[in-house]
């Protein structure tokens, strides 16, 4: 069986040999927590310098093949995306704002010299698995299905240059809470580590940033923290950016500050939305840099009543305690904050498709 995908393209379906039974989907779906079950289908793609995108197939989810060569082995040539299809209230499936992860994977995949991926094949491969694997989308609140899409560099070559072969992979994960602790707020840990520097790959979604990032963050762990922060790479001062998450700042006249894109930060896909939600609700947000030492003052004198975390999968997290080498301060209460909780309610609602959608960021899957 075949269907048109788009680029004049259609995915060859292959058929699963072994389905996972209801009741033990029943059972990963009761509890998923983040990353660790995956759904039975992939889809793939190829890419060679002489065909361009070629033989998409959509079918059992399995272990791929690679030369031990294979450039993504050696060079780390990488890419990936984040995002989530949701069971609306209606029964009927969607998607949060997909044409802004296709963008920003292609916006990754210049930045990694490999090839970019058109849009519309970018959607179609998500819709395919989201259609194939519908039965694995929990309905509980504040859990979806988790869609991984990614590019890796599969020539055997082992001189340094942008590849020549390559594979688009989509795998899907049932989706809970990101932070196993649950709890209303997380603790920070500010890093010595230096994220992302001018004219690094600091603005790409790569493998390599997160790499970079696990020493970090299981220092913070160690620490007893749940998420580590980092500080720009010129000056140690300026607020960047979690390794998973950007970070907004609240303060008692009702704005918001929220780090700038500078290159060396991930343009966030919530962080834009709610820069337009903030908006949407009359409320002023800047984008401008925003220091360690005047957080630190400005949570103690309380000026800053809230410091908020955003991303794909830890949706809208209070930050409640930072510590760093030279103190630790709380912000607000240490729980979350009002304003926190009225955006996370209203970006929630629209993705879950129980308020209107202004912006038109909802895609509902046939
Ligand atoms: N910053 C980093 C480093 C991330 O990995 C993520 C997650 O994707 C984000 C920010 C938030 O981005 P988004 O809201 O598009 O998920
Ligand atoms: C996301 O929020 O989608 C992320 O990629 C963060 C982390 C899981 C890497």
Redesign the pocket.
């Known amino acids: 069986m075949a269907t048109l995908a788009a680029e004049g393209l259609t995915f060859t379906a292959l058929p699963l040999a072994s389905p996972t039974s209801d009741e033990a989907r029943a059972a990963v779906l009761a509890n998923p927590g983040f990353g660790t079950h995956f759904t039975d289908h992939m889809v793939v793609i190829e890419w060679s310098e002489g065909e361009g995108w070629h033989d998409a197939v959509i079918g059992p989810r399995q272990p791929i093949a690679l030369d031990p060569a294979a450039a993504v082995l050696h060079y780390a040539q990488e890419i990936f995306e984040?995002l989530k299809a949701y069971k609306q209230a209606d029964g009927t499936i969607s998607l949060f704002r997909p044409e802004a992860n296709a963008a920003r994977f292609n916006a990754s995949a210049r930045r990694l010299a490999m090839p970019e991926l058109p849009e519309s094949l970018f959607i179609a491969a998500i819709e395919e698995l989201v259609k194939a694997d519908a039965g694995w989308i929990p309905s509980a609140e504040g859990a979806s299905l988790y869609l991984r899409p990614f590019m890796i560099a599969t020539e055997a070559f082992l001189g340094v240059r942008p590849a020549k072969q390559y594979k688009f992979i989509v795998i899907a994960s049932p989706a809970g809470n990101y932070f196993k602790s649950g709890a209303p707020a997380v603790s920070i840990w500010v890093s010595d580590y230096t994220r992302a520097a001018p004219g690094g790959t600091g603005a790409a979604?790569c493998g390599g940033n997160y790499a970079a990032s696990l020493v970090p963050q299981a220092e913070a762990l160690a620490r007893g923290h749940d998420q580590v922060v980092f500080l720009d790479a010129a000056e140690h001062k300026w607020i960047e950016?979690l390794?998973?998450?950007?970070l907004y700042f609240v303060f008692d006249d009702g704005t918001l500050v929220t780090p700038p894109l500078s290159g060396t930060?991930?343009p966030?896909?919530?962080?834009d939305s709610l820069l337009a939600l903030a908006r949407d609700e009359g409320l002023t947000v800047r984008e401008e840099r925003y220091s360690l030492d005047q957080w630190r003052d400005d949570a103690t004198s309380g000026k800053l009543i809230e410091t908020f975390a955003?991303?794909?999968?830890a949706v809208v997290t209070a930050v409640g305690r930072v510590v760093g080498r030279d103190g630790e301060f709380t912000v607000g209460s240490g729980g979350p904050g009002q304003l926190t909780g009225k955006l996370k309610a209203r970006l929630v609602a629209i993705q879950r498709g129980e308020a209107p959608d202004p912006h038109g960021w909802v895609r509902k899957i046939a």
Do not use: D, F, V, W
């Open positions: 984040g979604k950016e390794g998973g998450m950007n930060i991930l966030g896909i919530t962080r955003c991303g794909t999968a």
